[in-house]
């Protein structure tokens, strides 16, 4: 599947990349710390599916990648969305991350619709 290429793919990095400089400005609080972890892991996991589905061999592979992607994505954004409420001097940047996450997640819908059509 390597030679399917989105824009997808570099907008998954910036958006990791965006999410976790954001999280290096905010203040550790006990709730704040558990949140961020949370998110850390759920974010980076995007990256790294979408990495690894443009390197599968199989459709079935490619498909099961994006999934796991658009899973992380919506968890990504509730994380997010937690972080904006308790602590409003990043609600802005928060949404702005969630506004990209949204779209993240329904253009890797599509390619999963796409894929399993062909």
């Not at 997640?105 to 796409?114: C, D, G």
Request: proline share 2%; aromatic share 8%; net charge positive.
């Amino acid at each position: 599947m390597a030679q399917v290429k989105f824009d997808i793919y570099p907008r998954i990095f910036d958006v990791v990349v965006f999410t976790i400089r954001l999280t290096q400005r905010i203040s550790k609080t006990e709730a704040n710390k558990v949140i961020i972890a949370q998110l850390l892991r759920s974010v980076t996991s995007m990256g790294a599916n979408a990495e690894e589905a443009d390197g599968v061999s199989s459709k079935k592979d490619f498909i099961h990648c994006f999934t796991i992607v658009r899973k992380e994505g919506k968890e990504s954004s509730f994380w997010v969305k937690l972080l904006g409420e308790l602590n409003p001097a990043l609600k802005i940047d928060c949404e702005k991350i969630i506004k990209e996450l949204y779209e993240i997640v329904a253009i890797v819908s599509k390619i999963i619709s796409r894929s399993r059509e062909h």
